[in-house]
């Protein structure tokens, strides 16, 4: 089972830019295609990225895409989600996720399709 650390968050302007780290331990990162979610509050969890087990199939949230990367290195056990040209609607908490597979399924959006989860760090963006 591998667990799953966020970190990276913090408060930023209207336009900056974060790169959120999530570091995997227990298992090797590459066994899994990986997801980032947020949750602003009183609203659901929303999907943001999905990226497969190399690396070479991605994607984004039509409200992200053109603004945020989403990238792995297998070799540190660490992906990475690089956030530019943040508004203040991308304040939220995000998680870090692991599908039970090398792949994201057709269902990749929903939260409930994702098997391992962190804990969350809080962006957010100053207008």
């Known amino acids: 089972q591998v667990q799953l650390v966020e970190s990276g968050g913090g408060l930023v302007q209207a336009g900056g830019s974060l790169r959120l780290s999530c570091a995997a331990s227990?298992?090797?990162?590459?066994?899994?295609?990986m997801g980032w979610f947020r949750q602003a509050p009183g609203k659901e969890r929303e999907f943001v990225a999905a990226?497969?087990?190399?690396?070479?199939?991605?994607r984004y949230a039509d409200s992200v895409k053109g603004r945020f990367t989403f990238s792995r290195d297998n070799a540190q056990n660490t992906v990475y989600l690089q956030m530019n040209s943040l508004k203040p609607e991308d304040t939220a908490v995000y998680y870090c996720?692991?599908?039970?597979?090398?792949?994201?399924?057709?269902?990749?959006?929903?939260?409930?399709?994702?098997?391992?989860w962190g804990q969350g760090t809080q962006v957010t963006v100053s207008s």
């Open positions: 996720a692991a599908s039970g597979y090398v792949f994201f399924n057709t269902n990749y959006p929903r939260p409930s399709t994702w098997n391992y």
């Open positions: 990226i497969s087990w190399s690396g070479g199939s991605t």
């Open positions: 227990g298992r090797p990162v590459s066994d899994y295609a």
